[in-house]
T-cell receptor
């Protein structure tokens, strides 16, 4: 079965600083990969998804970008963080076998 | 695009009672409907899911029903236990497995 790693687990950053969150997947090849954000006490919002290396689709206009440099690596970035970027960031993977989309452990980002 | 609405936002029940959470979706092309349970500070965990060619699916104390015509689906938990307390999210997807989530239901089961 799939294992998804995310780091860091928690991060506190000042407004205006850059961001790089990393997600790696084990146990599958050529998965669809997703970045979700969950604001405190809220639901999950899909930010980006990728069906292959270098292929990124953005779901909402925002201050963030994503990249997929390798098949099982997905990176979320920002050049200048905003207060509104605070939240719980979840990476997810879908292998195409069965229906389940697996979530990583998440990164809790606080922008001060 | 797809829009998923979820009700109620909070639900309090006594241990042993049943709990029902309802969701509606807008895109008739959606064909996969998972339910996730999320405990505080943790990742969402899939508890049950249903595809659009099925009307009902059951797994022990948990069941999901789907009405494609009305575009709504529901989660039923019977004989609730305190460990069922969590936030539950419904979701819908069609293409590329892009999940659109409901806003969540906080379930509290009191002993």
């Amino acid at each position: 079965s799939q294992t998804i790693h995310q780091w860091p687990a928690t991060l506190v950053q000042p407004v205006g600083s850059p961001l790089s969150l990393e997600c790696t997947v084990e146990g599958t090849s050529n998965p669809n990969l997703y970045w979700y954000r969950q604001a405190a006490g809220r639901g999950l919002q899909l930010l980006f998804y990728s069906v292959g290396i270098g292929q990124i689709s953005s779901e909402v206009p925002q201050n963030l970008s994503a990249s997929r440099p390798q098949d099982r690596q997905f990176i979320l970035s920002s050049k200048k963080l905003l207060l509104s970027d605070s939240g719980f960031y979840l990476c997810a993977s879908y292998s195409g076998q069965g229906d389940e989309q697996f979530f990583g452990p998440g990164t809790r980002l606080t922008v001060l | 695009g797809e829009n998923v609405e979820q009700h109620p936002s909070t639900l309090s029940v006594q241990e042993g009672d049943s709990a029902v959470i309802k969701c509606t979706y807008s895109d008739s092309a959606s064909n996969y409907f998972p339910w996730y349970k999320q405990e505080l500070g943790k990742r969402p965990q899939l508890i049950i899911d249903i595809r659009s060619n099925v009307g009902e699916k059951k797994d022990q104390r948990i069941a999901v029903t789907l009405n494609k015509t009305a575009k709504h689906f529901s989660l039923h938990i019977t004989e609730t236990q305190p460990e069922d307390s969590a936030v539950y999210f419904c979701a819908a997807s069609n293409f590329f497995q892009k999940l659109v989530f409901g806003t969540g239901t906080r379930l509290l089961v009191s002993p």
